[in-house]
């Protein structure tokens, strides 16, 4: 089965950029897309189709995919981004979707 | 407001069964194919099955075929998620999402809008 791998977690500085990787065999020929998670809440989606950015979601936030890893950059950090990130994609060799383990971000 | 909002949660033996809710409004909720996402404590997202906007196709995660069963009520806005046979590894909080695209199928998904998660606890 398809396996993504993401960092266990990333910390910035405030005003600083974070990088958060999703890695996978070839996942640069697959749709990556992103969703935040907050404690207690449910997630929200920060990023689709590699570098889709739905509305409400800040500039700040841009993503890429090629090769064998997707990244979400996060530019200019604030502490209301510190929240666990998942990546995901559809596997069609398992008709399964595949989440990445998470990253958790912590702005320093 | 668009929403979504699941129910039905609670504490429940192993080997039992549970039946989930999950409720939309603010969109037009027969449109678009929903998916149901669990996760454990302390652990990540699992995507566990999806149904199609018309009920005509769903897909299960392997950890729950055979076990669980959903069907949606386009009329009523609400879909639900039968779980018979339930184990400990079961336990989880239970999120349905919804996929943007329009009358689309239940594959390669993403999810532009999430409820708050019913909980789950198997246990004896």
Redesign the interface.
């Known amino acids: 089965s398809y396996v993504l791998t993401q960092p266990i977690s990333v910390s910035v500085a405030p005003g600083e950029t974070a990088t958060i990787t999703c890695g996978g065999s070839s996942i640069g020929s697959r ?1 990556v ?1 992103w ?1 935040q ?1 907050k404690p207690g ?5 920060v990023m ?2 590699d570098s889709d950015r ?1 509305s409400g979601i800040p500039e700040r936030f841009s993503g890429s995919n090629s090769g064998n890893t997707a990244t979400l950059t996060i530019s200019r950090v604030e502490a209301g981004d510190e929240a ?1 990130y ?1 990546c ?1 994609v ?1 596997d ?1 060799s ?9 990253t958790k971000l912590t702005v320093l | 407001e668009v929403q979504l909002v699941e129910s039905g949660g609670g504490l429940v033996q192993p080997g039992r069964s549970l039946r989930l809710s999950c409720g939309g409004s603010g969109f037009s909720f027969g449109d678009y194919a929903i998916h149901w996402v669990r996760q454990a404590p302390g652990k990540g997202l699992e995507w566990i099955l999806g149904i199609s906007w018309s009920s005509d196709s769903i897909g299960y995660a392997d950890s729950v075929k055979g076990r669980f069963t959903v069907s949606r009520d386009n009329a009523r806005r609400l879909l639900y998620l039968q779980m018979n046979s339930l184990k400990t590894e079961d336990t989880a909080v239970y999120f349905c999402a919804k996929d943007p695209r329009y009358r689309s199928g239940w594959n390669s998904p993403y999810f532009d809008l999430w409820g708050r998660g019913t909980l789950v606890r198997v246990s004896s």
């Open positions: 749709h897309h969703c998670q809440q449910a997630p929200i989606l689709y189709y739905p666990d998942y995901h559809w069609s398992s008709d399964h979707v595949v989440f990445g383990g998470g």
